[in-house]
């Protein structure tokens, strides 16, 4: 049953304040140094296994805490294992504890246990007492004496001792010899506390009577239940040889170094014989010694030079004990002991192993964080196997000595994966031989990844241009963050986190794709309405918890052509249904006659609601009653006159300009200006009161006019055509037609043409001129009807072109004032184009008294 022994100190305490703090200090260490190392004692051969003792309780763990503080070994040789339920420790093989230790008295295995969250190492040692499993073994089956006859009784000769690999009192042998009255056995001490056997001889032996002997060697060892081992002695009855070897002193030394090359000579025994002949000559021989000192050394039996035979190791055995026998011609025997020690060398390196590497290591690890542990060991002593330990390479890292020859690496500053996310190092131990040795082992320290990092957006402020008018959906720009972090913790998603591109409640203009961070249109958008806004987007990463970071989109909404010029002056006419309830009329514009060229008549404004060259407008004039008398200016819209005002020019006049944008395509809009040719505004008065309410008004009074004007001339048609019917009818029974008489040769009246005095009051669009015969003459009665009374005017008057006015009070009664055109509604009217002029001839006997009064015209154009 596995044994644990601890040291523990018990508080002590003494008179002085001084004392007694220096004890607490010592107390406290030691039982540091104690909670650290546990021991335990376990026999050899123990079968696999075996318990060797709670490793987990003697550590203080529980068996809920197991699991997650993982308790493992960090032996190279895996003798021991731990049950991850129990944390009992057992055995993982079988133990010899002489394969183990060879001939060490003391026998024991160390190892570390490691437990963590948080990573701490225990030295954990483990004692293998030794059991009885060796009986004692003879070098040699048989040992052959040679004895005299002439030897007196009391000779003794030594005998060869047996070896038990087995430690303590079991390796303690005793010996016993076969009775014989001729001899006995006896023990002689040597120097290093073991019992050389020899073979006493008791009486003098008569070859002639007892030629040989043959005795049985029996070695006992002090184990419970005992083992033994024989050999059988055969002693054989010579001669007389009286002087046996004699050796020059009984233990043989020497020192030798480690490195020693093969053959060297280590040390030479010798003995001399003072016999002569053959029974002089000596020769040197091993005697009873262990199989590795006949593999490491060889002896010259004639000059008794001990060499070495293999090289010689001081990790592996440092000293060497072992008997030289020296045995002359006779038979004669003598033995000495032989020490060799071997002196350590500076030839083995420190030999680094990793017990533990805790990679890879969170990036916001705490200063001190222990990453990995190690185990240095140089197999030389003194200051060749003393070892210092460094760390060579750029790293947070350092390196801390600990107990029993293991170090920790653990952190010295902070760790940053973005900057480095794996250390590379090399652990360098040195001994402190002469020359020093040293050896090195890379550690790789992977670090992982902390959300410790916001995402980055490429710019703070984003700009972006988009056409208005565009179509829902379409692509405006494409943000985008980087996260130096890694795996889910760099993985960018974006969100839209205010700005001026909507208000609560309402659709926002825009949207924002979580993966790509690409910005679309919600709608359509307008110039006119807005023409940028900003929006506020925001990357968030997937750590937790999240990091997020925002940026400014500034969107500029782009100008296109979709607006035309709007007219703000003149303004355009009211509709008839405004006209009707009083609104006023479209504007004019009063122009004196003696106004020159280069005079201003009016200035169109208008505004386009695009912008740029889109809003940059132009001016020009499209048509006019005098194409010739005004012009527009290209980019002023002022109206001018190009040249000066005459008399002949009418005094109305209507003028109609196109504005138009700059854009692709151009948009357009149209402004009618009307203008009246008068010297003041009272003069203006009359020509403005039948002014039409406006262009739409103009043209539906023109259409209507010109249908009724179409049916009245069709049923006038009718009536004439019916009244000809009719007097056709008539004359055809009263005699000839009076119609005949009007194509005499006489074809004008001698008084005259007589007109009526004034046929142009009413609402028709034209007039009716009558040519009658002079009242002087007599009409018969059935000819023509009496005449109506008008008033005679002369040719002179006639062909003048009288007008329909008034006679002014500065004139004659019997002249008019000139002929000046007539507005009424949008259609112009002189007397000099009077529509349907019509004749009636009321002579008798000549046609040749008719003419025509004037010609008929009608100017809807104008």
Same mark, same amino acid.
């Given at each position: 049953m596995a044994v644990r022994r601890r040291q523990r100190l018990g508080p002590g305490g003494g008179r002085a304040l001084l004392a007694a703090l220096l004890l607490l200090l010592l107390l406290c260490v030691w039982c540091r140094a104690a909670a650290e190392r546990v021991r335990y004692a376990i026999a050899e051969e123990l079968g696999r296994g075996s318990l060797v003792g709670p490793l987990a309780r003697d550590l203080g763990l529980s068996a809920d805490e197991l699991p997650a503080r993982k308790l493992r070994l960090s032996e190279e040789k895996q003798y021991f294992t731990v049950n991850e339920e129990n944390g009992n420790l057992y055995v993982n093989e079988r133990l010899d504890r002489e394969e183990m230790c060879g001939e060490s008295a003391i026998c024991s295995v160390s190892f570390e246990a490691l437990v963590h969250n948080p990573l701490n190492v225990f030295h954990v040692e483990v004692a293998i007492d030794d059991v009885n499993d060796n009986s004692p073994v003879f070098s040699r089956a048989a040992l052959d004496l040679e004895i005299g006859e002439w030897i007196p009784p009391g000779a003794r000769f030594p005998l060869e001792m047996a070896r038990d690999a087995d430690a303590g009192s079991n390796s303690m042998l005793t010996y016993r010899l076969t009775s014989n009255p001729s001899f006995s056995l006896s023990m002689q001490e040597k120097p290093g506390g073991s019992k050389l056997p020899e073979l006493v001889l008791e009486r003098v032996l008569d070859r002639e009577k007892q030629s040989s002997f043959e005795l049985v060697l029996m070695a006992s060892d002090g184990g419970d239940p005992s083992r033994s081992g024989t050999v059988q002695v055969r002693i054989n009855v010579t001669d007389a040889n009286d002087n046996p070897p004699v050796f020059s002193k009984s233990l043989f030394d020497a020192r030798v170094a480690e490195n020693l090359p093969l053959g060297s000579v280590v040390l030479r025994v010798r003995a001399t014989d003072a016999d002569a002949g053959s029974n002089g000559r000596v020769s040197y021989s091993f005697g009873s010694v262990a199989d590795s000192v006949r593999t490491m050394f060889t002896i010259d039996s004639e000059s008794g030079e001990v060499r070495t035979v293999r090289a010689l190791d001081f990790e592996g055995q440092s000293k060497y004990i072992f008997g030289v026998e020296a045995r002359d011609g006779g038979g004669l025997t003598s033995h000495c002991e032989v020490q060799i020690d071997i002196t350590d060398e500076n030839d083995n390196p420190p030999e680094i192993t990793i017990l533990s590497l805790s990679s890879p290591v969170p990036e916001d690890a705490l200063d001190g964080t222990v990453v990995a542990v190690l185990k240095v060991r140089d197999a030389d002593s003194g200051e060749n196997g003393q070892v210092s330990c460094e760390l060579s390479g750029e790293a947070p890292l350092s390196i801390v000595a600990s107990s029993g020859g293991s170090y920790k690496v653990v952190t010295s500053g902070a760790l940053d994966r973005e900057q480095a996310s794996e250390h590379r190092v090399s652990v360098v131990a040195r001994d402190r031989g002469r020359p020093a040795l040293r050896s090195s082992r890379e550690l790789v320290l992977e670090v992982s990844d902390v959300n410790d990092n916001a995402p980055v957006f490429e710019e703070a402020a984003y700009s972006a241009y988009v056409a208005e008018n565009n179509a829902a959906g379409a692509l405006v720009l494409r943000v985008q963050a980087r996260d130096a972090d890694a795996g889910a913790n760099g993985r960018v998603s974006y969100w839209l986190a205010g700005g001026s591109a909507g208000a609560a409640g309402a659709a926002p203009l825009v949207s924002v794709e979580a993966r790509s961070g690409a910005l679309y249109a919600q709608r359509s958008l307008d110039y006119e309405q807005c023409r940028e806004f900003t929006v506020a987007v925001r990357a968030q990463d997937g750590g937790s918890p999240a990091r997020s970071s925002t940026a400014t989109v500034r969107v500029f909404v782009l100008d296109r052509n979709d607006n035309a010029p709007r007219v703000l002056w003149p303004a355009a006419a009211a509709g008839p249904g405004e006209a009707a309830g009083g609104a006023a009329a479209a504007p004019f514009e009063v122009v004196p006659r003696s106004a020159e060229a280069g005079y201003l008549v009016a200035k169109v404004v208008a505004v386009d609601a695009d912008a740029g060259r889109n809003a940059w407008l132009s001016y020009e004039l499209v048509q006019a009653s005098e194409p010739a008398l005004f012009r527009v200016g290209l980019h002023s819209g002022e109206v001018r006159t190009a040249r000066a005002v005459g008399e002949r020019d009418a005094a109305k006049q209507r003028l109609v300009a196109v504005v138009k944008d700059h854009g692709q395509p151009a948009l357009s809009a149209t402004a009618t200006l009307h203008v009246v040719l008068a010297e003041s505004l009272q003069e203006a008065l009359p020509e403005l009161s039948e002014r039409p309410a406006g262009a739409e008004a103009a043209a539906a009074a023109a259409e209507l006019q010109f249908y009724l004007v179409l049916a009245l001339a069709l049923l006038s048609a009718l009536l004439v055509l019916s009244v000809a019917l009719a007097v056709l009818a008539r004359l055809r029974r009263a005699g000839p037609p009076a119609v005949l008489r009007c194509l005499g040769a006489q074809r004008f009246s001698l008084a005259g043409a007589a007109f009526p005095?004034?046929?142009?009051?009413?609402?028709?669009?034209?007039?009716?001129?009558?040519?009658?015969?002079?009242?002087?003459?007599?009409?018969?009665?059935?000819?023509?009807?009496?005449?109506?009374?008008?008033? %005679?005017?002369?040719?002179?008057?006639?062909?003048?072109?009288?007008?329909?006015?008034?006679?002014?009070?500065?004139?004659?009664?019997?002249?008019?004032?000139?002929?000046?055109?007539?507005?009424?509604?949008? %259609?112009?009217?002189?007397?000099?184009?009077?529509?349907?002029?019509?004749?009636?001839?009321?002579?008798?006997?000549?046609?040749?008294?008719?003419?025509?009064?004037?010609?008929?015209?009608?100017?809807?154009?104008?």
């Amino acid at each position: 049953m596995a044994v644990r022994r601890r040291q523990r100190l018990g508080p002590g305490g003494g008179r002085a304040l001084l004392a007694a703090l220096l004890l607490l200090l010592l107390l406290c260490v030691w039982c540091r140094a104690a909670a650290e190392r546990v021991r335990y004692a376990i026999a050899e051969e123990l079968g696999r296994g075996s318990l060797v003792g709670p490793l987990a309780r003697d550590l203080g763990l529980s068996a809920d805490e197991l699991p997650a503080r993982k308790l493992r070994l960090s032996e190279e040789k895996q003798y021991f294992t731990v049950n991850e339920e129990n944390g009992n420790l057992y055995v993982n093989e079988r133990l010899d504890r002489e394969e183990m230790c060879g001939e060490s008295a003391i026998c024991s295995v160390s190892f570390e246990a490691l437990v963590h969250n948080p990573l701490n190492v225990f030295h954990v040692e483990v004692a293998i007492d030794d059991v009885n499993d060796n009986s004692p073994v003879f070098s040699r089956a048989a040992l052959d004496l040679e004895i005299g006859e002439w030897i007196p009784p009391g000779a003794r000769f030594p005998l060869e001792m047996a070896r038990d690999a087995d430690a303590g009192s079991n390796s303690m042998l005793t010996y016993r010899l076969t009775s014989n009255p001729s001899f006995s056995l006896s023990m002689q001490e040597k120097p290093g506390g073991s019992k050389l056997p020899e073979l006493v001889l008791e009486r003098v032996l008569d070859r002639e009577k007892q030629s040989s002997f043959e005795l049985v060697l029996m070695a006992s060892d002090g184990g419970d239940p005992s083992r033994s081992g024989t050999v059988q002695v055969r002693i054989n009855v010579t001669d007389a040889n009286d002087n046996p070897p004699v050796f020059s002193k009984s233990l043989f030394d020497a020192r030798v170094a480690e490195n020693l090359p093969l053959g060297s000579v280590v040390l030479r025994v010798r003995a001399t014989d003072a016999d002569a002949g053959s029974n002089g000559r000596v020769s040197y021989s091993f005697g009873s010694v262990a199989d590795s000192v006949r593999t490491m050394f060889t002896i010259d039996s004639e000059s008794g030079e001990v060499r070495t035979v293999r090289a010689l190791d001081f990790e592996g055995q440092s000293k060497y004990i072992f008997g030289v026998e020296a045995r002359d011609g006779g038979g004669l025997t003598s033995h000495c002991e032989v020490q060799i020690d071997i002196t350590d060398e500076n030839d083995n390196p420190p030999e680094i192993t990793i017990l533990s590497l805790s990679s890879p290591v969170p990036e916001d690890a705490l200063d001190g964080t222990v990453v990995a542990v190690l185990k240095v060991r140089d197999a030389d002593s003194g200051e060749n196997g003393q070892v210092s330990c460094e760390l060579s390479g750029e790293a947070p890292l350092s390196i801390v000595a600990s107990s029993g020859g293991s170090y920790k690496v653990v952190t010295s500053g902070a760790l940053d994966r973005e900057q480095a996310s794996e250390h590379r190092v090399s652990v360098v131990a040195r001994d402190r031989g002469r020359p020093a040795l040293r050896s090195s082992r890379e550690l790789v320290l992977e670090v992982s990844d902390v959300n410790d990092n916001a995402p980055v957006f490429e710019e703070a402020a984003y700009s972006a241009y988009v056409a208005e008018n565009n179509a829902a959906g379409a692509l405006v720009l494409r943000v985008q963050a980087r996260d130096a972090d890694a795996g889910a913790n760099g993985r960018v998603s974006y969100w839209l986190a205010g700005g001026s591109a909507g208000a609560a409640g309402a659709a926002p203009l825009v949207s924002v794709e979580a993966r790509s961070g690409a910005l679309y249109a919600q709608r359509s958008l307008d110039y006119e309405q807005c023409r940028e806004f900003t929006v506020a987007v925001r990357a968030q990463d997937g750590g937790s918890p999240a990091r997020s970071s925002t940026a400014t989109v500034r969107v500029f909404v782009l100008d296109r052509n979709d607006n035309a010029p709007r007219v703000l002056w003149p303004a355009a006419a009211a509709g008839p249904g405004e006209a009707a309830g009083g609104a006023a009329a479209a504007p004019f514009e009063v122009v004196p006659r003696s106004a020159e060229a280069g005079y201003l008549v009016a200035k169109v404004v208008a505004v386009d609601a695009d912008a740029g060259r889109n809003a940059w407008l132009s001016y020009e004039l499209v048509q006019a009653s005098e194409p010739a008398l005004f012009r527009v200016g290209l980019h002023s819209g002022e109206v001018r006159t190009a040249r000066a005002v005459g008399e002949r020019d009418a005094a109305k006049q209507r003028l109609v300009a196109v504005v138009k944008d700059h854009g692709q395509p151009a948009l357009s809009a149209t402004a009618t200006l009307h203008v009246v040719l008068a010297e003041s505004l009272q003069e203006a008065l009359p020509e403005l009161s039948e002014r039409p309410a406006g262009a739409e008004a103009a043209a539906a009074a023109a259409e209507l006019q010109f249908y009724l004007v179409l049916a009245l001339a069709l049923l006038s048609a009718l009536l004439v055509l019916s009244v000809a019917l009719a007097v056709l009818a008539r004359l055809r029974r009263a005699g000839p037609p009076a119609v005949l008489r009007c194509l005499g040769a006489q074809r004008f009246s001698l008084a005259g043409a007589a007109f009526p005095a004034d046929f142009c009051e009413g609402t028709l669009p034209y007039s009716y001129n009558l040519c009658v015969p002079p009242p002087a003459r007599a009409v018969p009665e059935a000819a023509w009807p009496p005449p109506p009374p008008v008033p %005679i005017l002369s040719a002179e008057e006639l062909l003048g072109g009288d007008s329909c006015d008034k006679p002014s009070p500065g004139r004659s009664s019997e002249r008019y004032r000139q002929p000046r055109p007539l507005w009424i509604g949008s %259609i112009a009217r002189s007397p000099d184009s009077w529509f349907g002029s019509s004749e009636i001839c009321g002579r008798p006997h000549s046609a040749d008294n008719c003419r025509r009064g004037g010609e008929g015209g009608y100017d809807r154009g104008r």
